[in-house]
């Protein structure tokens, strides 16, 4: 199975920062990389897929790159509802596998 | 409006057996790739098994620590999902979601599934004795 690490596990941020989290892959995965965001006891939605495409409706402060082993997802301008925990996710092999995901949490 | 709606989650003996339902409406459910991806408590998400559309197959796909154990079903006369879990154990207790697989395709143009959008509000399982 592909490995998928996120970084840093959590990290505490203010309204209107700019915030970048990690994510790499224990093999090649091209650019098949989707990232989601999950609210306390809600569901995931995906916000961006091909690394750096962003699914209809996402606000475009966020942002994402990178390929082969190494992913990025940037939130430039942090508002109060990007508090949340951030996954990302590999579709290159199956199983399809996620990292651990990052709590980004108000300073 | 898109809505994946799980339910039949509970609280089951190690051993014991489930059955969870995922019920859909605003998406075309007969031609859409389905997943169960479920999250262990304080942990990350594991996807748990995959089913093809009739028109693609019907095929079904598991992750290693359920194959044998859990079964994916899909009713499409009445637009449902299902993931019949049994010889259940400790260890698969979490809130289990029904998501869609966006479907893409591979170098061979071959149809793959990749993300999964849209995702249901999740059903807890919980195995305790």
């Known amino acids: 199975d592909i490995q998928m690490t996120q970084s840093p596990s959590s990290l505490s941020a203010s309204i209107g920062d700019r915030v970048t989290i990690a994510c790499r892959a224990s093999?090649?995965?091209?650019?098949?990389l989707a990232w989601y965001h999950q609210h306390p006891g809600k569901a995931p939605k995906v916000l961006l897929y091909d690394t750096s495409r962003l699914q209809r409706g996402v606000p475009t402060r966020f942002s994402g790159s990178g390929s082969g082993t190494n992913f990025s997802l940037t939130i430039t301008g942090l508002q109060t509802e990007d508090f949340a925990t951030y996954h990302c996710?590999?579709?290159?092999?199956?199983?399809?596998?996620f990292g651990q995901g990052t709590k980004v949490e108000i300073k | 409006e898109v809505q994946l709606v799980e339910s039949g989650g509970g609280l089951v003996k190690p051993g014991g057996s489930l059955k969870v339902s995922c019920k859909t409406s605003?998406?075309?459910?007969?031609?859409?790739?389905m997943s169960w991806v479920r999250q262990a408590p304080g942990t990350g998400l594991q996807w748990v098994a995959h089913i093809k559309s009739q028109s693609d197959g019907g095929t079904t796909d598991y992750a290693a620590s359920v194959k044998g154990r859990f079964t994916i079903s899909r009713d499409d006369s009445q637009n449902t999902l299902y993931l019949e879990m049994s010889s259940l154990k400790t260890e698969d207790t979490a809130v289990y979601y029904c998501a869609a697989d966006h479907v893409s395709f591979d170098d061979l143009f071959k149809k793959k599934e990749a993300w999964f959008d849209p995702w249901g509000q999740g059903t807890q399982v919980t195995v305790s004795s």
């Open positions: 093999q090649d995965i091209n650019t098949s």
């Open positions: 996710q590999q579709y290159y092999g199956q199983p399809r596998t």
């Open positions: 605003g998406i075309l459910f007969k031609n859409a790739w």
